[in-house]
């Protein structure tokens, strides 16, 4: 007969301890977990800080996110879906994560349903109009990508995975537009493990002179700009010039290239406040180039691939700190 007292007594002694278990610092715990590819003890945490605060979606969202990483794609749509319903701050978040998850399942055209609904519903986000532009080319809608990225850089100017985005688009049929988009990149992205695809994009470009008609399905490439037709026949013969002396793309080749393609697009190409290219990377980049700091800013993008920019910029630290300065007052133009 006294079981039941002492079982009783157990559980409110219980409480406190249960309650002394911060969630926050177990969100905390569990993120740094995952952030260590340690997915099944992030779980664990998760799941914990879960049990004493079952409403917070963040928690939630992070326990999607370790879902996905586990291969458990059907759970994370069930969590996302939660999320959805709720529509508070991680509803552009969950929408992502459930994309993912239905493109990992092979459902692209789903996938692709779920962003579209959940920009129409957050009124746009530079993360899920970048993923709409990855599964449209998994789609090979091409422009349709290009469309994305470039709302995805509209919603956040300085969105690094859609410049990239925009290079590899365009390297082919309008490299004038690829090199300042990757160039973009590296201004963002020196020097991480994601700039090397960058100069695998430029190399591309500076080594491969073609003629860029008819040389790719219509369904499978951009449209073709005619406002830089003749800024990419002149970047064509400069590279062709390069390539008969048996050249490969040196530093001083690449910032010589780059100058140029600046000079002539600002020439050729016509100012569109409403473009990316007219209306900010050809006017910014002219403005680089025609002050003080070509120099600096050609050493600082190129860094991650040759060696002899980060000694330059070593030996230039002062240089560097003004066109950091430079810089934020191009930012305050916008």
Known sequence: MRLLPIILLLCFWSLPLIAQEDPSALVRQGVNLYDKGKY????????????????STTILYEIALTCYQLKDLDRTIRLADS?????DINIAEAYEVKASAQAKQGNNDESINT???????TGGNDQLFYNLGVNYI???KMTNAEICFLNAIHHKPNHASSYLGLAELNQVVN?????????????????????????????FILT???SRTGIMNDSLALGLDSSYLRVNAAL?????????????????????????????????????EDDAWRGYLIPFFSDIFQSEYGDVFS????????QVCMVWLEDHRDRLDDFSRFLKGEENKK
């Not at 999320?83 to 529509?87: D, F, L, S, T, Y």
């Not at 962003?115 to 129409?120: D, E, H, M, S």
């Not at 050493?299 to 040759?306: C, D, E, K």
Request: a positive charge.
């Open 40 to 55: 099944k003890e992030a779980m664990d945490v998760l799941e914990r800080a879960k049990a004493i605060w079952p409403e």
């Open 83 to 87: 999320i959805i319903a709720r529509k």
């Open 115 to 121: 962003l579209i609904t959940g920009i129409l519903e």
């Open 138 to 140: 998994r789609k090979h």
């Open 175 to 203: 490299p004038a537009k690829s090199l300042l988009a990757a160039c973009q990149f590296l201004l963002l992205e020196p020097n991480t493990k994601r700039s090397q695809s960058a100069f695998e994009v430029i190399n």
């Open 208 to 210: 491969n002179p073609v």
């Open 236 to 272: 064509d013969s400069v590279i062709s010039l390069n390539k008969g002396k048996g050249d490969i793309m040196t530093f001083d080749f690449f910032k010589k290239v780059l100058k140029d393609v600046v000079i002539w697009s600002s020439k050729e190409v016509a100012y569109d």
């Open 299 to 306: 050493n600082y993008i190129a860094q991650s691939q040759w």
